[in-house]
């Protein structure tokens, strides 16, 4: 029986047929691994989703993480899960040789986790925020953060958070509070509170390790005097053992619609409930140079946002397999122009409607899915292609793609979770089928890690105009190249190749137009119609790749993918003319309306 977490022969496709993920084996970085362990590594993570992360999602969902005042209470089967995700190696995979990782290639671990995401998207947080910790420490930590913090990450002992949001500044990171005092030894002591903290407290693992931003007294205002720290829930001794709890404390839980397996807490720094060597204040060591916390959060930040597509493509693809199994043995009325009412009802699937339905989801799953990739193997053509302009361009097209590959999918495949409770019809919002709590974990993810809006100013504000608009230029440049290819096949593809063409004009002239005033305040008024018609244009443009790879293989596996992008190209793609045309505008409606009113 096919998984309905995902399908492994699309994987298979995009990694193998489109992105030659295979060629990355003739790289030094990637010397060791080839196709077969590869393969190897996807049928692993399948079966460890499957078996251990999958049998618990609702159980997880219906127990969320409890707080008795002292302790964080997690059912037993989440611990459980994540033993055999380290067991197994899975929780070393893409991580460097030097500390103990099988160094696979970073498309690879991103197809491995989406099994996770889409099995369980409260348990698989554990581990991929503790990925995204350990590489930034690896990236910006001294060796002997690296050796006590990164290895035991690594070998699954240790988890990992990232600590920016306070209740008073949300996204505003300029107006955080908390501080981090000197001390004699070199250590600091850092006072004050962080909430939205995934993973904040637990005893799922020995020690939690919290990146928390701070500023040091005396350093400059707002952002740019925030500094990194590496704070752990429990300290740890020379020889490596676990030492006495740090001054870390959770203050309550938060209680989300979905994600409700993964804790998510309000932490206090400096309470006083614990003073380690009896001095007050969470001890805390400083990751780099002071003030420059914020750059080196980024590199986490970044990662994260990559992420949260993954996370939004993978729930809305499983989303979209149970929509497409339950169509297919539904049997509910019968074809148009029947009237008889003794022939038997057909499969659901027989009705248009449900078919648009369906062919929405794929395109938006799909397409998602395509993009995610395409954004991993960007980040593996940073770390290991052979020139050092390569791995400039890659870096460039990365940046210019992190907004929409963190939005795009988390806008469009709670869509997809939307129209797979519509195919289920009454079924669908029970709690007795998996699509309903999908909505609802995924629906979470248009705000996390920068909202829909923070993408959008960062795409429209800085992305598409900084350094003379090289980064989108160069996007432009790498998707009109897939122009010229799919021109030469003819047929469909040429069609979509000339509508493809006309909105990736479309895409400069209106970054342009917003501008054309110099006014910041009038050019990101529509910033975020600009960020979702980028997206369907990035989206189409790997739409179009997928057609030219697809070009002359038969099948009902390259049927489907000629009949998403048909779906995308003619019902989709032209949602952007309305934006783009408002966009260059410079509608003021929005800039100008009173507060009052609303």
Not at 5 to 23: I, K, N, P, V
Not at 168 to 176: E, F, H, N, P, Y
Not at 301 to 306: E, H, L, T, V
Not at 562 to 591: K, N
Request: glycine share 10%.
């Amino acid at each position: 029986m096919a998984s309905t977490l995902l399908s492994t022969r699309d994987l298979h496709f995009l990694l193998y047929e489109w992105l030659d993920t295979e060629a990355l084996t003739s790289r030094p970085r990637y010397a060791d691994h080839s196709r077969e362990t590869f393969d190897a590594a996807l049928e692993l993570a399948e079966r460890v989703a499957t078996d251990h992360f999958a049998p618990h999602n609702k159980a997880n969902d219906a127990n969320e993480p409890r707080f008795d005042g002292e302790r964080v209470h997690v059912i037993p089967e989440v611990k459980k899960a994540l033993q055999v995700y380290a067991e197994t190696g899975l929780s070393a995979a893409a991580m460097p040789a030097s500390v103990g990782g099988a160094q696979i290639p970073h498309v690879l671990s991103s197809a491995c986790g989406a099994f996770f995401q889409a099995a369980n998207l409260g348990t698989s947080a554990y581990p991929f925020l503790t990925a995204g910790n350990a590489r930034l420490l690896l990236a910006h930590g001294s060796p002997e953060q690296v050796d006590t913090w990164v290895r035991p990450m690594v070998e699954g002992r240790f988890t990992g958070t990232m600590c920016l949001s306070e209740p008073q500044a949300g996204s505003s990171l300029a107006d955080i509070t908390t501080r981090a005092e000197a001390q004699p030894d070199g250590t600091y002591r850092l006072f004050g509170n962080k909430m939205w903290i995934s993973g904040g407290d637990h005893e799922l693992t020995e020690n939690i390790v919290h990146l928390v931003l701070a500023k040091i007294p005396g350093g400059p205002p707002g952002v740019k005097g925030i500094s990194l720290f590496v704070v752990p829930k429990h300290l740890v001794e020379a020889d490596g053992s676990i030492g006495e709890r740090n001054d870390v404390v959770p203050a309550g839980l938060n209680h989300k619609m979905g994600y409700r397996g993964t804790v998510n807490a309000l932490l206090n720094f400096g309470e006083g409930r614990h003073t380690p060597g009896g001095r007050a204040g969470a001890v805390g060591y400083l990751v780099g140079e002071p003030h420059q916390g914020l750059k080196y959060m980024f590199h986490m930040m970044n990662s994260a946002r990559i992420g949260v597509g993954a996370g939004a493509t993978a729930v809305g693809y499983t989303g979209y397999l149970k929509s497409l199994a339950y169509a297919r043995e539904r049997l509910q009325g019968r074809p148009l122009g029947d009237k008889d009412p003794t022939r038997p009802q057909v499969p659901i699937t027989e009705h248009t409607d449900v078919r648009r339905m369906l062919l929405a989801q794929k395109s938006y799953v799909e397409g998602a899915l395509a993009l995610v990739l395409y954004c991993a193997r960007l980040v593996d053509e940073t770390a290991s292609a052979e020139d050092e302009e390569s791995r400039r361009r890659a870096h460039l097209l990365l940046d210019m793609l992190t907004p929409v590959v963190k939005s795009w999918p988390s806008q469009w495949c709670v869509e997809a979770n939307s129209l797979a409770i519509q195919v289920h019809g009454g079924y669908g919002y029970t709690r007795e089928y998996d699509v309903e709590q999908h909505y609802r974990d995924n629906r979470l993810n248009p705000i996390h890690e920068g909202t829909h809006g923070i993408q959008a100013l960062d795409l429209l504000g800085r992305k598409a105009v900084i350094d003379d608009g090289v980064r989108l230029r160069l996007l432009l440049e790498t998707a009109r190249e897939t122009v010229s290819r799919a021109r030469e096949l003819g047929g469909a593809e040429a069609e979509y190749a000339e509508l493809l063409a006309a909105a990736l004009d479309r895409t400069a002239e209106t970054a342009a137009a917003a501008w054309a005033e110099g006014d910041p305040a009038v050019a990101l008024a529509n910033a975020t119609p600009y960020l979702e018609a980028v997206g369907h244009v990035v989206v189409a443009w790997l739409w179009l790749e997928q057609l030219v790879t697809a070009h002359g293989r038969e099948g009902d596996f390259y049927e489907g993918k000629r009949a998403a992008a048909a779906y995308f190209f003619r019902h989709e793609l032209p949602r952007t003319g309305p934006q783009f045309a408002l966009v260059a505008s410079r509608d003021r409606t929005v800039l100008d309306v009173s507060p009052e009113v609303l």
